[in-house]
């Protein structure tokens, strides 16, 4: 069989779903490529992350096109979900991608997680989803909640390959325990967490305090902050611009595109994510 693949808007990441429906068919003696519009193919895997990414608009040629990805609304499993990732289809990334722990404890009313992923569950281990490599980019909801996710990051300690768990840590989970354990890990960047509320400030001070207490120094932490009402957002920003740490604006928007960013809550996040603005200048000076 000749399969086609499509990674509709993951241009700046490397697309988990596809790089494993590429390995899986290869097992089964297929021929996987990304799709050219000009041929023809049995099948095409069409995959989209985001709800407000542009589709796709140009014609396939297959006799079976097969659409997956929160960006379609479908969130059911994938059929080969055991299967590795095929990691040639992006050269260009050295990480490994993957999922220690599925799911989130939590319920926030703007995400799609609880819905989508259920409850906290064990997923994987840390050596699987490596496959030798050197670091790892782990997308878990919610690692902190977990005894399994727990026991991984004692495993990546040990271990000393570097990670980055790029959706964030709860920092109401943070004990002196956790902060003791996180620091001893090999970050590649950032310890993210996020800062989506007013109450979510003291959690994140309280974690910051544990995290400084083993020695991690607030430049390497990485807060996503969602942005709804922009003055209320800009006195969490200015907390955090205080203690050094780096904000990441995020302009809430719902998954049915019904709710978009206004032009306000554009501006703030585009102030804040420019660095040399945002150190420069407070919003109140910028905004004028
Ligand atoms: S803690 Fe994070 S992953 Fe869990 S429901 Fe809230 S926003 Fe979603």
Redesign the pocket.
Known sequence: MKIGLIDVDGHHFPNLALMKIANYHKQQGNTVEWVNYFAKYDKVYQSKVFTFTQDIDSAIQANEIIKGGTGYKLYHDLFCDDTEPDYSLYPQYSAAYGFLTR??????T?????EKEGSIRAYRDIETVLQGRKAAIVMD??VL?SAHGLQQLEKIADLKCKVDFN??L?SRLVTDEIAKLLSRIKWIRFIRF?C?TTSAVSPLLSALEKLNKYGVKNYRIFVYLLVKDVTEANERCKILKKLGVNPFAQTYRDYDNNILPTDEQKRFAWYVNQKMVFKATEWEEYKR
């Not at 703007?110 to 609880?114: R, S, T």
């Open positions: 799911g989130c404890v939590r319920n926030c703007w995400c799609i997680v609880p909801n919610n909640a959706q964030g709860d996020a989506d």
